[in-house]
């Protein structure tokens, strides 16, 4: 019988219902660790002066996680294009044609 590399996490973020998350058992810390991130975040908009209400607050979060990954996503497709760009040119000087 083969072994599962699945654990079955609780992931509890801000109030919400905890719920159960099938992660492999190699990025169950990364997992842990982005978790912990966002619950960490919640509290600095929930306290202080003008602190926010717990959807105001993990929307605020999700909108900061989501900004971050179009910005990689379009400097990694920036770097892939610019990479693409050095190869087209290289072969072109190998063929002689540049």
Known sequence: MKQSNQ????????????????????????????????????????????????????????LYYATMLYQKTELIRSQSGMLDEFEARIDRLLAGTD
């Open 7 to 62: 654990h079955l996490i609780t992931v509890k973020i801000a109030g919400a219902e905890p719920f159960k998350l099938p992660v492999a058992e190699s990025e169950e810390s990364f997992y842990r660790y982005v978790i912990d991130r966002i619950n960490e975040n919640l509290q600095k908009f929930r306290y202080g002066a003008n602190a926010d209400t717990e959807n105001i607050a993990l929307a605020k979060v999700a």
